[in-house]
């Protein structure tokens, strides 16, 4: 018999419910929320009371408030011990943390967002990061990491657009399913959320309705966590707070139990995404009581109630001795639970609550061991830089970048002088310190303005507000235009201001109207855009933004999705020339300010028409990104026209740096079906390579694609592969195909599976660069 099995016929009912929900006892009643409804969701928890039957987790000891690394881990090794002691099996709780953009505590680093990944398109790079991330949790006693994001963005007007990788599936899935490989290499569990479907929300709003239909859901939505699953060994899931057509996540046993594990084979824990089992009752309207909300939850494939105590509690307890909830929901779930423990080692007899980075050190002196814990070391802050670097995206350059020794630079606009401007809202500062007056920021972030000043040190660089962010102010334009008639050049740094529930206008809770630049922002671009005087528009935001007349008369433009606490000096770096800019979006830059929802995998209906006097073209579509060099690309070609149903066909193509600098180029390889059962998108990326050349030097990529990777979800509901023609086209962006091939496909329609092929495998010469599907 099993350790697992041994406690399973050993608890009470009260000790195995206890296993099922955390405490979140460093939560405070003061500044803000960072969960949604969170004040009015909180329970007094007694932990006297409740330790004597277990715990099942601790949540967020280090991301509730700020506290010096090293004293809060002393503090969750007592708190640890105390639970092993109180309890009759000694089993320790499951401690997790927010690591969307960084580790979610006081004094470690704060690397760029999760857009900004995407930006990358190097998986590789991401899941270093991970790794790092996963480290610093792991040498401090937490346990679980609750990132990444899944969502594929559907309407850039959602606040939560940068928490996300990008608009398309591929993307999504390859960079997310990198950087689980990172976190889980250290040991500890990755989450993937929010399963699923969060981000197609009614008008990009938080929380509103989902009305997607089938098709949809399988073809955009699911596929990132279908390749996460089966591809990274994440072992945590978190479900989306939205309902389907009708039916919340949160209560459906298709999406959690029957597609999750019955279908892909899931074998972790799934957790509620916090409080969403009482939305059920409180925002759904679909459970009568907190006993009924429980009930479904469990039924559906809930194992874990987070962030505390709620209904799992004493409502679920009678609600199983009174024979409403059968006692074996309890038992499926708290065996992935223990099973999950176990290989973490805290059912080991031997385990200790000392976490490595103290081992040795006397916990009972807490002031002795204040400053000993660095979670923000020179090696992290070179890896955040470069993620920045790589992150950055040239958009339009008309020639004036790179600066060439400008006498005189002009930096205005709301971002210049905000260390705040290069953070997301799930970064510690933003989502926890802001609610602290008084404390420090806790790690070391140079504004935009200071980055320029140093890059430039020549220069002599004046600042000017112009306007906040979302304020509307108009009368500081003025001193921003006299000032940019005395410079070489004008830097505006424009965009967002991260925070949660409206208090920011970027992130959860944050939802935008409309595309326009938030407050008088454009206002300002379009006076410094009349002086004449060349204009270079720098975005530090969490989504993208139409940019009115700058599209074509900006003397460049450069979108940073809040690049982190190395963000300034990347993007300083870009505009001198140091940096050779790589990024490429993850979305698409909208056009007009009011024409979403839309994304680059458009059916040729929801494209420009005849018959609409809305063009929902972009600006700059997705997979769009300028170089310093010059790269000369080769005609797509391949060796076998045609392939069957169940084969593949390689097809390659040579790049050379022709310019007289090192320089990255982003190949990527786009699916057009012409005739299919039903409308397809015009374009989608099926495979991609990140070449690094240096000056003169070439390369030939190689895709090789499964004819797996053209199915899509058919008239029956089934996912199938045709036969037909399929063009393959090998793509700078999604709007900018240098070449196409088109490829015959035979044999009977085929209906595939989850184990289908979900990417091309790109290589450069005997190196392969994209995971596999």
């Known amino acids: ?311 799992f509690g004493e409502p679920l307890r009678r609600a199983v001795e009174e024979g409403v909830v059968p006692v074996s929901l309890i038992d499926t779930a708290l065996r992935r639970v223990l099973t999950q423990k176990e290989q973490l080692g805290l059912l080991d007899p031997d385990w200790s609550a000392v976490p490595p980075a103290l081992l040795g050190a006397d916990l009972s002196d807490a002031e002795s061991l204040r400053g000993t814990i660095d979670l923000d070391p020179d090696e992290n802050r070179a890896l955040a830089a470069r993620l920045a670097e790589e992150a950055i995206v040239l958009v339009r350059n008309d020639g004036t970048l790179p600066l060439r020794a400008p006498a005189r630079i002009a930096v205005v606009g709301p971002n210049a002088d905000d260390p705040y401007a290069m953070l997301g809202c799930y970064s510690f500062p933003t989502h926890v310190v802001s609610q602290h007056p008084g404390v420090d920021i806790g790690i070391r972030i140079p504004t935009f303005l200071d980055a320029v000043r140093a890059e430039f040190p020549d220069a002599v660089v004046t600042h000017v507000l112009g306007t906040t962010v979302d304020g509307g102010e108009r009368d500081g334009i003025a001193d921003a235009v006299r000032a940019a008639q005395d410079a070489d050049v004008v830097i505006v740094a424009l965009g967002d201001r991260a925070g949660l529930f409206g208090r920011g206008t970027s992130g959860e809770g944050c939802d935008a109207e409309s595309l326009a630049l938030p407050g008088a922002q454009q206002d300002l671009v379009d006076a410094l855009l009349d002086t004449g005087v060349p204009t270079v528009l720098t975005l530090l935001a969490g989504r993208p933004y139409a940019l009115g007349r700058a599209v074509t008369e900006a003397a460049g433009i450069v979108e940073a999705f809040f690049a982190g606490e190395e963000g300034a000096t990347a993007i300083a770096g870009v505009l001198s020339g140091r940096v050779n800019p790589s990024g490429r979006l993850p979305v698409s830059i909208p056009a007009t300010a009011g024409s979403q929802p839309t994304t680059y995998l458009a059916v040729p209906l929801a494209r420009k028409t005849g018959v609409s006097n809305i063009d929902p073209s972009s600006a700059f579509p997705f997979g769009h990104g300028l170089s310093y060099t010059a790269f000369e690309w080769g005609e797509l070609a391949t060796d076998a026209a045609e392939m069957t149903t169940d084969g593949s066909v390689d097809v390659s193509l040579s790049v050379t740096n022709t310019g007289d600098r090192d320089g990255v180029e982003i190949v990527q390889l786009y699916l057009h079906d012409p005739v299919a059962q039903t409308p397809r998108p015009v374009q989608r990326l099926v495979g991609y390579a990140r070449l690094e050349l240096a000056a003169g030097d070439s390369a030939e990529v190689r895709f090789t694609v499964p004819a797996d990777v053209s199915a899509y979800t058919g008239r029956r509901g089934d996912r199938v592969v045709e036969a037909g023609e399929l063009v393959l086209g090998a793509g700078r962006s999604s709007g900018d195909l240098a070449s196409t091939v088109s490829i015959q496909v035979s044999g009977p329609v085929r209906v595939v599976d989850h184990t289908r092929a979900l990417s091309a495998i790109a290589t450069v010469g005997d190196r392969s660069v994209v995971s596999a599907g």
């Open 1 to 311: 018999m099993t350790r697992v099995d041994e406690l399973l016929e050993d608890m009470t009912l009260e000790e195995k419910i206890a296993q099922l929900y955390g405490v979140w006892v460093g939560a405070d009643d003061s500044g803000g929320d960072v969960a949604p409804h969170q004040h009015d969701m909180e329970n007094v928890v007694d932990l006297d009371e409740l330790l004597p039957s277990g715990l099942g987790q601790l949540t967020r000891p280090f991301g509730t408030k700020p506290v010096d690394a090293a004293v809060g881990a002393a503090s969750l090794a007592r708190t640890q011990q105390r639970i092993r002691e109180a309890s009759r099996h000694g089993i320790p709780a499951l401690a997790h943390e927010e690591c969307l953009a960084g580790f979610a505590a006081w004094g470690a680093t704060a690397y760029p967002v999760p857009l900004s990944w995407g930006a990358t398109f190097d998986p590789a790079l991401v899941e270093q990061m991970g790794r790092r991330i996963g480290e610093d949790l792991k040498r401090v006693g937490i346990h679980q990491g609750l990132a990444p994001v899944l969502d594929v963005v559907r309407d850039a007007r959602w606040g939560r657009v940068e928490e996300t990788i990008g608009e398309d599936p591929l993307l999504v899935g390859t960079v997310a399913t990198a950087y689980v490989r990172g976190v889980e290499s250290a040991g500890v569990v990755a989450t993937l959320k929010h399963f699923a479907g969060y981000s197609a929300s009614k008008a990009g709003r938080n929380l509103a309705p989902v009305s997607i239909g089938p098709r949809e859901l399988a073809d955009v939505i699911l596929p990132p966590f279908e390749m996460a699953v089966r591809e990274s060994g994440v072992r945590s899931v978190m479900n989306s707070y939205s309902d389907i057509d009708g039916v919340p996540s949160a209560a459906d046993r298709s999406l959690l139990t029957e597609l999750l594990r019955d279908t892909w084979g899931f074998e972790g824990t799934v957790v509620a995404d916090y409080f969403s089992i009482a939305f059920l009752k409180l925002l759904h309207g679909v459970a009568e009581d907190w006993a009924d909300a429980a009930a479904q939850a469990l039924e559906a494939g809930i194992d874990v109630e987070l962030p505390t105590v709620k209904t």
